[in-house]
């Protein structure tokens, strides 16, 4: 099932973000990996699943030769 990031994306835009195991609870942001994996890990969630928020959507169709 897809998992709506919408308000992520509107809150988050450009961001690293830190998200607990269900991919859509936001544990932790910041403008680099590091910090955010290191603040996500002070709060008790050891291997936290990191993800960037483009500040910007692009749409992309890819093609293979």
């Known amino acids: 099932m897809a998992i709506d990031w919408t308000k992520i994306y509107k809150k988050y835009k450009g961001l690293w973000i830190a998200l ?14 590091k910090q955010v994996f290191f ?8 291997k936290p699943i990191l993800a960037h928020i483009p500040k910007k959507l692009v749409e992309y169709v890819g093609f293979g030769l």
């Open 39 to 46: 603040d996500a890990q002070k709060k008790g969630y050891q």
């Open 20 to 33: 607990k195991d269900d991919e859509k609870t936001v544990i932790a942001s910041g403008k680099t990996a």
